[in-house]
């Protein structure tokens, strides 16, 4: 059974930084992509970072490119995203997603909140 588990969300202030984790199972992890997304409330969710299953090509959202940082460690099935230098529009729900066999799995999410 796959599955995906957000972690390292809260509340933060502008300029602060955050490391959320994505513990996955039931998969070989170390053959799949894994991607972020995110959710702000009454937005579309949209993509933040993606990590390939081998090289070196890896995908930015042009909003977080130069602050966010995805990386993987395949030794404990997780990637993880290094968010730097927050901004109060980077507030929303973070979710990590695997496409097994043509399917989305997604977990269920971590909150990020930047505010004074």
């Known amino acids: 059974q796959v599955q995906l588990v957000e972690s390292g969300g809260g509340l933060v202030q502008p300029g602060g930084s955050l490391r959320l984790a994505c513990e996955a199972s039931?998969?070989?992890?170390?053959?799949?992509?894994i991607s972020w997304y995110r959710q702000a409330p009454g937005k579309e969710r949209e993509a933040v970072a993606q990590?390939?299953?081998?090289?070196?090509?890896?995908f930015y959202a042009d909003s977080v490119k130069g602050r966010f940082t995805i990386s993987r460690d395949n030794a404990k099935n997780t990637v993880y995203l290094q968010m730097n230098s927050l901004k109060s529009e980077d507030t929303a729900i973070y979710y990590c997603?695997?496409?097994?066999?043509?399917?989305?799995?997604w977990g269920r999410g971590t909150q990020v909140t930047v505010s004074s």
């Open positions: 039931g998969f070989t992890f170390n053959r799949y992509s």
């Open positions: 997603k695997v496409r097994f066999y043509g399917r989305d799995y």
């Open positions: 990590i390939p299953a081998i090289g070196d090509t890896i």
